[in-house]
């Protein structure tokens, strides 16, 4: 999958470190050749939670079948 900047992605595993889960959704604000993306992570009121360095093989698109929620985050 071809990403570009601010493209909305799904996580696709757990980062207990930034507290996040697989299916947290993520903007992605940098690229770097040839597989890397730093993405940012925001809770609900749109505070930055993490802005992580991931692998594409990290994240996948949003689909037309996914649903949004909301947990609270310590």
Do not use: C, W
Request: charged share 30%.
């Amino acid at each position: 999958m071809k990403y570009k900047l601010l493209d909305t992605v799904v996580l696709d595993r757990d980062l207990p470190e930034h507290a996040l889960r697989a299916g947290d959704l993520g903007a992605i604000v940098e690229m770097y050749e040839p597989d890397g993306l730093e993405v940012e992570f925001v809770t609900a009121s749109g505070k930055t939670q993490a802005l992580v360095t991931l692998n594409v093989k990290d994240v996948r698109p949003v689909q037309d079948g996914d649903r949004v929620a909301v947990r609270s985050v310590a």
